[in-house]
Nanobody
Framework: QVQLVESGGGLVQAGGSLRLSCVVS????????MGWFRQTPGKDRDFVAA????????RYADSVKGRFTISRDNAKNTVYLQMNGLKPEDTAVYYC??????????????????????WGQGTQVTVSS
């Protein structure tokens, strides 16, 4: 069973930074495309960022582009989300997700949570104004 565990959430002031981590168990992490999503009460789970299975491509939601950076370290079976310039509207539970051989081409559905097979438990990010 593939399991994902997020960490690194917390409370920060607007303009601050956090780095989220997601450690993936399983035998073939390097074949998984990874995504970050976020969700607030009463709303759908929204796409934040994705990185392709081969690490050659990244994608970001317009709302976070230029502020957030997704990366992966295959040696540690870990994907990261570096979040800078945080805003109150970034407050949400952040989830990482995995899908084998996920690509991030313009025609892919990397932004669709239904594309992903495995999900972490989420980590809370709260940004105060």
């Amino acid at each position: 069973q593939v399991q994902l565990v997020e960490s690194g959430g917390g409370l920060v002031q607007a303009g601050g930074s956090l780095r989220l981590s997601c450690v993936v168990s399983g035998r073939t992490f390097s074949t998984y495309g990874m995504g970050w999503f976020r969700q607030t009460p009463g709303k759908d789970r929204d796409f934040v960022a994705a990185i392709s299975w081969n690490g050659l491509s990244t994608r970001y939601a317009d709302s976070v582009k230029g502020r957030f950076t997704i990366s992966r370290d295959n040696a540690k079976n870990t994907v990261y989300l570096q979040m800078n310039g945080l805003k109150p509207e970034d407050t949400a539970v952040y989830y990482c997700a995995a899908e084998q051989f996920l690509t991030t081409s313009s025609s892919s559905t990397y932004h669709d949570p239904n594309e992903y097979d495995y999900w972490g438990q989420g980590t809370q990010v709260t940004v105060s104004s």
